[in-house]
């Protein structure tokens, strides 16, 4: 029997999906999954949550510096891992094991901080400032870190900033952190586009993608040197076109759905050789880059709507789609082949094979030797098991409401997703399953 120890850290934030309006859902220490088949088994051993001060377990504990948080990332060790708090503006670090907090990571900046600022600091490919902010404090904020991802190595962890705080409708450049993984400081701060969300690092260390939720564009930078401060921007692909963010109002406007495609999952093939970036909204689907000259190859549709994250494990692509509720897989290399042998701006690929889970199909992810893929499921508020053999669910356990982020631990035996809160419901929850896996 093999014994595996998962970490759910659960995410509340519903973009794209209704949150049931029953009471809300905070599962009790000990919980087991159901034994439908017997091959998978989860129970929920422990908790870090920010909603109860005076829990009835003491494996649950109360943590004030987990403040909606969004997503969640190990070192490549596995020794520690990294929670992002959304409106908490700032990031947990947590000794894998022991759950000790570490460090938190604090996301704001002021004149003090202007080492952290070079070259490209104030802006790239012409984004513009609010009007209102002076000249010489664009780089005087508090960062809304959403995503993350490591580049050499593991040695920087590179966190993305929803927005800038004083940037309300996140029409503005937001940024990107790069934390040195050694001593878990923010050693540079980069400018973005508007609402940059994934993120994601090319397997031969040479570029990183900033995939801009905001207005329909990727920006790669070049850290192919060892030095964060010589890392530069070099290309800025656009997804069929470029938005235009000037929405002239004092009102607030929801940036979660005027997003035009809406871009969120971003992932290179494990040949370096292409970039896929996948369209939330719009009128969906994956467009392809050739990664040789940052060339569009076009967009492939055929999948389900509403797809929300890609991860790739050797031959094989998954996707899960958020508002239509599944897990699908296809062979990546077969349909980029598609798209390159097809004319036309839009092809179909359908050589899909699928898993329902249900409505609010999040973050993803799988194991190391490819035989079982985890996904978070917001709107049901459970966390299922796939064997990717027969894409057939094997597992399934309620969770904290609501859960959306996910990582899995390089030994395997450990596995964070994220609670965030919307409207004060849900959220806020750091849960740590084990599973049996037969």
């Not at 923010?186 to 990183?208: E, H, Q, W, Y």
């Not at 370096?272 to 467009?287: A, D, N, Q, T, Y």
């Not at 508002?323 to 050589?351: D, H, I, L, P, S």
């Not at 299922?384 to 631990?409: C, F, Q």
Request: glycine share 8%; aromatic share 10%; proline share 4%.
């Amino acid at each position: 029997m093999k014994r595996i120890i998962i970490i759910f850290i659960i995410s509340v934030f519903n973009s794209f999906g209704q949150i049931p309006t029953d009471s809300i859902i905070r599962i009790p220490i000990g919980l087991k999954s159901s034994p439908e088949n017997g091959e998978v088994e989860l129970e929920l051993i422990a908790r870090k949550q920010h909603y109860k001060q005076t829990p009835d377990h003491k494996a649950d504990v109360y943590d004030r510096s987990i403040s909606s948080p969004k997503s969640a990332i190990f070192t490549l060790d596995g020794s520690k891992f990294y929670v992002h708090s959304l409106e908490g503006f700032r990031t947990s670090v947590y000794e894998t094991g022991s759950w000790k907090r570490l460090k938190v990571i604090h996301h704001d900046f002021d004149q003090g901080n202007n080492n952290l600022f070079k070259g490209d600091s104030i802006s790239v490919f012409n984004y513009k400032y609010p009007k209102e902010r002076k000249k010489g404090s664009y780089n005087y904020f508090a960062g809304k870190p959403v995503e993350s991802c490591l580049s050499h190595k593991g040695k920087y962890l590179w966190v993305t900033y929803y927005r800038r705080n004083y940037d309300k409708n996140a029409e503005g450049p937001s940024a990107v952190a790069i934390i040195d993984t050694e001593i878990d400081e923010i050693v540079r701060v980069m400018p973005t586009g508007p609402l940059p969300k994934m993120i994601a690092c090319s397997p031969d260390n040479r570029f990183i993608a900033v995939t801009h939720w905001g207005d329909n564009t990727v920006g790669i930078i070049d850290i192919s040197e060892d030095d964060p401060m010589r890392f530069k921007y070099i290309e800025h692909c656009i997804v069929d076109r470029r938005a235009v963010l000037d929405f002239d109002t004092d009102k607030l406007i929801n940036r979660d759905n005027n997003c035009g495609n809406c871009l969120r999952g971003t992932v290179f093939s494990p040949d370096g050789r292409f970039l896929l970036v996948g369209k939330m909204g719009g009128s969906g689907g994956i467009m392809i880059f050739d990664t040789q000259d940052w060339s569009s190859l076009g967009t492939i549709r055929g999948m389900q709507a509403n797809l929300r994250h890609m991860v790739i494990h050797k031959e094989n692509l998954y996707i899960s789609t958020n508002r239509t509720g599944f897990v699908q897989k296809c062979n990546w290399k077969a349909m980029v082949k598609f798209r390159v042998e097809n004319e036309g701006r839009v092809v179909y690929f359908k050589q899909w094979e699928s898993a329902s889970v249900g409505s609010g199909a999040r973050t993803i992810d799988i194991s190391g030797d490819g035989e079982y893929l985890f996904a978070a499921v917001n709107n049901k508020c459970t966390v299922k098991a796939i064997r990717t053999s027969d894409m057939k669910v094997v597992a399934e356990i309620n969770a904290d409401a609501y859960p959306v982020g996910m990582a899995l631990s390089p030994n395997e035996k450990y596995l964070v997703i994220t609670s965030q809160g919307k409207r004060d419901k849900g959220g806020n929850s750091v849960m740590i399953f084990a599973i049996d896996i037969k």
